[in-house]
């Protein structure tokens, strides 16, 4: 009789810890779906594209647990295949990102009633491909031919060097560029083309900035760091 209640016992355990995962698990994947929409309508992460999308995902287990006490280890977020365009609205001047990951440590729920969160650290980066900075610059800076972006030596800190090739005005043209970051706004010019320099506006988090910038083989990134960073504000007002 004894050994029937004990496996009786060990049953009842395994069902609630089955069902306390089940649990758990749904409740972390409405959570996700809730804060992926949260930064499309806040920060426009994956907006305005047919191939957008903006994924977040709620690390740690048991989930539940940290939602009781309304602080979460570490939560990523990643978007891709959308736009951005100038502060001037220059015509033609939509930049796609390819990729834009944050990560975000030791989150804190501050506010229900308003969605906001801070978190201790936030990392991550924001990549283009030089597919879509030379279409970008084509279109913005071209008169006459179109202009190829590549890559370049010479990238330091918050500054990144690419290679602008191509006919410009009936020349050909071999010349260094630079894309500067600086807060949340990365800035491009090309000396002896077009003559004027465009900046765009990435919708970071309030305190999270861009910190380095370098060139790859396929694209150019920018490294994101913040401190006591407050998620969930106004797009408008970061």
Known sequence: MR???VRVLAIVVVVLAVLFTVADRVAVHFAEGEAAQL?????????G???GYTHVSIH?????TQATGRELDHVTISAGNFSLNTTSNAQGDYLDVRKLALDLHDVTVTSLSSRTAQANLVTGEVSFSYEALSGVITRLMGKGGALTVGPAAGSHGQEARVRVSGT???RKVDTD???????DEISVAVPGIG???YVWR?????NAGFTAARSTPSGVDFEITGHQVVLGSSMYTR
């Open 3 to 5: 050994r029937r209640w």
């Open 39 to 47: 930064a499309q309508e806040k920060y426009g992460y994956g907006a």
């Open 49 to 51: 594209s047919t191939d």
């Open 60 to 64: 740690g287990f048991p989930f539940l």
């Open 168 to 170: 410009w005005d009936g």
């Open 177 to 183: 560029g630079s894309l500067l970051a600086q807060g």
């Open 195 to 197: 003559g004027h320099s």
């Open 202 to 206: 990435v919708s970071l988090p309030q």
